[in-house]
């Protein structure tokens, strides 16, 4: 299992709309993320001293092959769809690697 953190910013005038659609994500959207291997998965937002929104996400991924599943997921149409309404509410970080659309976080601490 590995665990993955990443951060995007979140538009102010698109905050109770993220909230809401968070609030009850389609099903066949939560049937592909457990399909491809994604367990544990949460998004935390945070208002940062910048003022800037920030969502801050974590997930556990079990599978053998990360670039497959997010292939996979990428591909299915019902993800594409819930996918297109929530990007307009997110600020990507301008200094992400090419091909990110959540900056990916370098872990520097655990424990269980």
Wanted: overall charge negative; aromatic content about 14%.
């Amino acid at each position: 299992m590995k665990r993955y953190g990443s951060v995007i910013g979140l538009r102010d005038e698109k905050l109770e709309e993220y909230k809401t659609l968070h609030a009850a994500v389609w099903p066949d959207v939560l049937r592909m993320i457990a399909a491809c291997h994604i367990r544990n998965y949460s998004i935390f937002l945070r208002r940062m001293p910048d003022g800037r929104l920030y969502l801050f996400s974590y997930f556990e991924y079990t599978g053998t092959d990360f670039a497959a599943d997010m292939a996979k997921m990428a591909a299915d149409p019902k993800t594409q769809a819930w996918w297109t309404l929530c990007e307009p509410c997110q600020l990507p970080l301008a200094d992400r690697v090419p091909g990110e659309w959540w900056a990916g976080m370098e872990e520097v601490f655990h424990t269980d």
